[in-house]
């Protein structure tokens, strides 16, 4: 599968209306986008803690409220085209996701998330198996498979290489770490990985994502390793030259 980071964020400012509605027409199969709670409950797409990023204004995401939030402009950072974009709420995304499409969602902060999340799943009348939630946090992975099993939930990390040269964390504490939380698959960023990682992860009945991958020929060596999905900030660009090569051109990477 080919998954808009944050919607078609290159093209589109990221995690916004625009973005995901982008990411569709370039045919991607599935979105991922950030989620936060807000002081009145609601959820809503922003990938910081605060608005800063997109805004320039700095107001933290838990202490405000949707309609505090709904004041901001968050296209016009990107360019003036999007002028007048506002952070959506989760509700919002879900509405734009086409028939037989999926998203991914990425949960920041705390488990506290969790019911409003599975509320909001239900009234969106999307199917189990079009949504997939996503977090580094694995308290928040371990509660979601506890309160609502029947959705597929992947441990996200990062890849760092140590002063000893040892590479974290390491395919035990992985796999430990996946059979305790209960996740369905990890997922991880694209460096410092190898093919033997990914068939030790794949070859214990667990699904293996990578992130955040614009280039073809990275997006290439992925594919033939057998990741489940690739995520990316250029999802039409990523799926001509996996799929449609002669279309894509010969650069490797999409430009803004």
Excluded at 19 to 46: N, P, R, S, Y
Excluded at 83 to 92: F, R, S
Excluded at 190 to 206: T, W
Excluded at 213 to 221: F, P, T
Aim: aromatic letters at 8%; one cysteine or more; charged letters at 30%.
């Amino acid at each position: 599968m080919i998954i808009a980071h944050r919607g078609a964020s290159i093209d589109a400012p990221e995690n916004t209306i625009p973005a995901f509605k982008l990411a569709w027409e370039q045919g991607a199969d599935a979105i991922e986008g950030d989620f936060h709670k807000t002081k009145d409950e609601q959820i809503v797409c922003i990938h910081n803690k605060d608005t800063y990023k997109v805004s320039g204004r700095k107001l933290k995401i838990r202490n405000s409220t949707l309609e505090d939030l709904r004041e901001l402009d968050v296209g016009e950072y990107h360019s003036a085209r999007y002028t007048g974009t506002v952070i959506p709420t989760i509700a919002e995304v879900f509405a734009t996701i086409p028939k037989g499409k999926k998203i991914f969602i990425e949960i920041k902060g705390n488990p506290s998330i969790i019911p409003n999340l599975i509320e909001e799943i239900k009234k969106s009348g999307l199917g189990k198996e079009q949504v997939t939630v996503i977090s580094f946090n694995k308290k928040v992975i371990r509660v979601l498979k506890s309160k609502a099993p029947q959705y597929k939930a992947l441990w996200l990390s990062s890849f760092k290489k140590e002063k000893s040269g040892k590479i974290r964390p390491s395919k035990k504490t992985i796999l430990s770490t996946l059979s305790h939380i209960k996740a369905d698959g990890f997922s991880s960023n694209k460096d410092k990985i190898d093919e033997a990682l990914i068939k030790a992860v794949m070859e214990n009945g667990y699904e293996y994502h990578v992130w955040t991958v614009d280039e073809s020929e990275i997006a290439k060596r992925f594919r033939s390793w057998g990741a489940n999905s690739i995520t990316t900030n250029v999802p039409g660009y990523l799926r001509k030259s996996l799929f449609e090569p002669d279309a894509a051109g010969s650069g490797n990477k999409q430009p803004r």
